[in-house]
Nanobody, 118 residues
């Protein structure tokens, strides 16, 4: 089992930046990918991006490519989501999750609230 704890959420003005962190513990050697998702009120959870834990290769949803950047610190078993030029529609609960190299995301954090104000 992998335990995930997100941090860094809060209130940010439109156009501002925010960095989320997600610390993993437990069976971290099982991690193939770490990803970020978000869920806005009344909407389904959406994939934002992911990073290959071994290679560092990233991929992003079209809606955030160029504004969001994912990185990782393998020594601290932590993944980061750096968000730039934030928009009102970025308001959501953000979740990190882990998956094997091939397969579905199977461990999830508790989420952290991000609110973008005008």
């Amino acid at each position: 089992q992998v335990e995930l704890v997100e941090s860094g959420g809060g209130l940010v003005q439109a156009g501002g930046s925010l960095r989320l962190s997600c610390a993993a513990s437990g069976r971290t050697f099982d991690i193939g990918r770490m990803g970020w998702f978000r869920q806005a009120p009344g909407k389904e959870r959406e994939f934002q991006g992911e990073i290959n834990w071994s290679t560092g290769r990233t991929s992003y949803a079209d809606s955030v490519r160029g504004r969001f950047a994912i990185s990782r610190d393998r020594y601290r078993n932590t993944v980061f989501l750096q968000m730039y030029n934030m928009k009102l529609e970025d308001t959501a609960v953000y979740y990190c999750a882990t998956a094997p190299v091939i397969g579905d995301y199977n461990y999830w954090g508790q989420g952290t609230q991000v609110t973008v104000s005008s």
